[in-house]
C-alpha cells in the first residue's frame, strides 16, 4: 500500500492572514513569511505528516495489491470525493471501474495482484465546490487548524533559532499541539 499526493494542497492560510496575525504592514519579510507558512502546513497537511490528514484541499491515489474491505476507509482523511478507480485485471489490462452507482466494496472484479494494481484517487481535505464556479474547488480549514498555523508562523517569525526550555529544545509550541491534536489520525 502506498499513498501519492498528485495534486498539492491548495493553501488555507494566506500571507494576509499571517501579517494581520502578527501586525506586520511591511512587505520587506513577505518571501520569509510565505516560506514559514509553507512549512508549516507542509508540517501538518497530508500524508506522513504530523496530522496525518489532509487540511488543503488536494487529490491523493492510494495504491494497494487487493481490493480493500467495506467499509471503505481511505487514508489521510477526510475524503471529499472519489475521483478514479483503475485497476489492472489478471490480463493485466487496465480498467476503471465506474463511479455512477453507489460503491461497495464486495463482489468486484478480479485483479492481478501486483502492489500497486489498483489505483483510487480521491480529492481529500476541508472544502467544497466554489459557489461562483462548481469546477473550482476552494479550501475551508477548520479556525483551529489556522490559528495553530498562524502561531507557527509567528514563533518562527519572532525566534529565528529552535526554542531552548533549559536543556532541552522545545518540539512544538503547547497551544498549537493542543490546538491540532483533536485532528490527528494514528496507525
Known amino acids: 500500500m502506498s499513498l501519492i499526493v498528485v495534486e498539492a494542497p491548495i493553501a488555507f492560510v494566506t500571507l494576509a492572514e499571517a501579517k494581520a496575525h502578527l501586525v506586520v504592514e511591511h512587505a520587506e519579510d513577505d518571501l520569509l513569511l510565505e516560506g514559514f507558512i ?11 505528516t504530523w496530522l496525518g490528514r489532509a487540511i488543503g484541499l488536494q487529490v491523493l491515489e492510494w495504491q494497494l495489491a487487493s481490493w480493500p474491505c467495506n467499509p471503505l476507509t481511505l487514508p489521510c482523511p477526510p475524503e471529499v470525493e472519489i475521483v478514479s478507480i483503475k485497476y489492472i485485471d489478471p490480463d493485466g489490462a487496465e480498467r476503471t471501474l465506474p463511479l455512477s452507482e453507489p460503491l461497495y466494496f464486495e463482489n468486484l472484479p478480479a485483479v492481478r495482484g501486483r502492489p500497486g494494481d ?3 484517487r480521491y480529492r481529500a481535505g476541508y472544502g467544497a465546490p466554489s459557489e461562483a ?7 475551508a480549514a477548520p479556525p483551529d487548524i489556522k490559528v495553530a498555523v498562524l502561531m507557527l508562523v509567528a514563533q ?3 525566534h529565528r533559532s529552535p526554542v531552548v526550555a533549559g536543556e532541552a529544545i522545545a518540539q512544538l509550541p503547547f497551544a ?4 491540532l491534536l483533536p485532528y ?3 496507525g
Open 133 to 139: 464556479d462548481p469546477d473550482t474547488w476552494v479550501s
Open 184 to 186: 490527528r489520525t494514528f
Open 156 to 158: 518562527w517569525y519572532r
Open 118 to 120: 489498483i489505483k483510487i
Open 176 to 179: 498549537v499541539e493542543a490546538l
Open 38 to 48: 509553507r512549512a508549516a502546513c507542509r508540517w501538518i497537511d497530508g500524508p506522513d
